[in-house]
């Protein structure tokens, strides 16, 4: 149902980097609508975590990074913390023959070995 | 700091219509910068935006779901409310109201409220 697809999970040991990607579509990222990313700490609400492609909102640690590129995104995690430990998704917006609104990503599980 | 909460039944028997409402909190709904919508997260899987509303009562819905969907606002009590209707067990999900800021360009999802599980069972 997602019309973005992420890997179901990505893991890395504490320090290292780790990324995650988001590929879309021409009707979608590939349209020029921007890329946002949320992390989701279990049994938690999503919380922003990327908006705009890569801007950080306030309190949001310089580690996470976010790119886009064509039809993809990414972001980055560098220096990984047990913290990060978490779910992450990618949105952006779909506008298609069959109608148009907010779509989300497959989503992403991160694990710190 | 603009809070959010959902509220509403926990169990609704399938071919009912399901009724959720967001208390905003912290902040004016109807301070025209806003849209206010609905998404949803089944459990162990991925989020799903259904639908949102802006304070004149235009409205959004996701094409899977919008034969089902309504969403209005209540700006006297600072609520905006969901009903989905013709519910079945694929309806099950914590749902989540959230603000999106009013831009040429859509925007992001912040903040979230907490999120309220519904199941659909008999």
């Known amino acids: 149902q997602s019309v973005l697809t992420q890997p179901p999970s990505v893991s890395g040991a504490p320090g290292q980097r780790v990324t995650i990607s988001c590929t879309g579509s021409?009707?979608?990222?590939?349209?020029?609508?921007?890329v946002h990313w949320y992390q989701q700490l279990p049994g938690t609400a999503p919380k922003l975590l990327i908006y705009g492609n890569s801007n950080r909102p306030s309190g949001v640690p310089d580690r996470f990074s976010g790119s886009k590129s064509g039809t993809s995104a990414s972001l980055a995690i560098t220096g990984l913390q047990a913290e990060d430990e978490a779910d992450y998704y990618c949105q952006s917006y779909d506008s298609s023959l069959s109608g148009q609104g907010h779509v989300f990503g497959t989503g992403t599980k991160v694990t710190v070995l | 700091q603009v809070q959010l909460q959902e509220s509403g039944p926990g169990l609704v028997k399938p071919s009912q219509t399901l009724s959720l409402t967001c208390t905003v909190s912290?902040?004016?709904?109807?301070?025209?910068?806003?849209?206010w919508s609905w998404i949803r997260q089944p459990a162990g899987k991925g989020l799903e935006w259904i639908g949102r509303?802006?304070?004149?009562?235009?409205?959004n819905y996701n094409p899977s779901l919008k034969s089902r969907v309504t969403i209005s606002v209540d700006t006297s009590k600072n609520q905006f409310s969901l009903k989905l209707s013709s519910v079945t067990a694929a309806d099950t999900a914590v749902y989540y109201c959230?603000?999106?800021?009013?831009?040429?360009?859509?925007?992001?999802?912040?903040?979230w409220g907490q999120g309220t599980l519904v199941t659909v069972s008999s």
């Open positions: 959230a603000r999106e800021e009013l831009e040429l360009r859509p925007r992001w999802f912040d903040p």
């Open positions: 021409s009707s979608n990222i590939g349209a020029g609508y921007d």
């Open positions: 912290g902040g004016s709904i109807s301070s025209g910068s806003y849209y």
């Open positions: 509303i802006y304070t004149s009562g235009s409205t």
